[in-house]
């Protein structure tokens, strides 16, 4: 047994109850966007996620990110793109308030630079607070950044690939505030 070790993966940062409902990406959305799941057992938690799937389903009907007939439940083109971008905006809003900056969205292909600030976490994933003197950017958390907050980067954000970062490496000089 102890030649190999359980792995665990986290596949969501809030209660099973509270992604039901939640305006952003969730693991149920991509349970529910795949025609083959594997049906859980109708009890313990089998029965809560059941359950929640079904209040996700009716969720994303409402939102006209989904829609349901007689050929089964199914996601609108572009809906996890669109929840994605919900939650995105609902963070830049909150690190907009706590900077005193505006937001300026990354644009694919274009570069994008600034001190990397921190690390701040969403449903879908992590985002790197890439900040300037009067704005900040939100780009998809990269392990290179982990030892980097604090000093400069640069890069272009893709819509296909991983980003490319730049980092500065070494004393950083002073910053205009």
Do not use: C
């Not at 809560?48 to 009907?61: C, F, I, P």
């Not at 272009?156 to 490496?169: A, E, G, N, S, Y």
Request: charged share 30%.
């Amino acid at each position: 047994m102890r030649d190999y070790p359980v792995e665990i993966e986290v596949l969501a940062k809030r209660p099973l109850a509270q992604l039901a409902t939640f305006d952003g990406v969730t693991w149920l959305d991509h349970e529910l966007s795949d025609p083959h799941v594997s049906g859980a057992r109708d009890q313990g938690f089998g029965r809560e996620l059941r359950g929640d799937l079904a209040v996700r389903r009716q969720w994303l009907v409402e939102q006209d990110l989904a829609h349901e007939d007689a050929h089964g439940f199914r996601l609108r083109r572009g809906a996890l793109a669109q929840l994605q971008r919900r939650e995105l905006l609902r963070l830049a809003e909150e690190v907009s308030r706590d900077l005193g900056k505006t937001y300026v969205e990354a644009a694919s292909e274009v570069r994008t630079e600034g001190r990397i600030a921190r690390r701040i976490e969403a449903e879908a994933g992590s985002y790197a607070v890439m900040e300037n003197a009067h704005d900040f950017t939100l780009v998809p958390w990269s392990r290179d950044f982990a030892r980097q907050v604090g000093k400069a980067g640069a890069g272009i954000v893709r819509d296909d690939t991983m980003p490319h970062w730049t980092l500065q490496r070494g004393r950083q000089g002073p910053e205009i505030g």
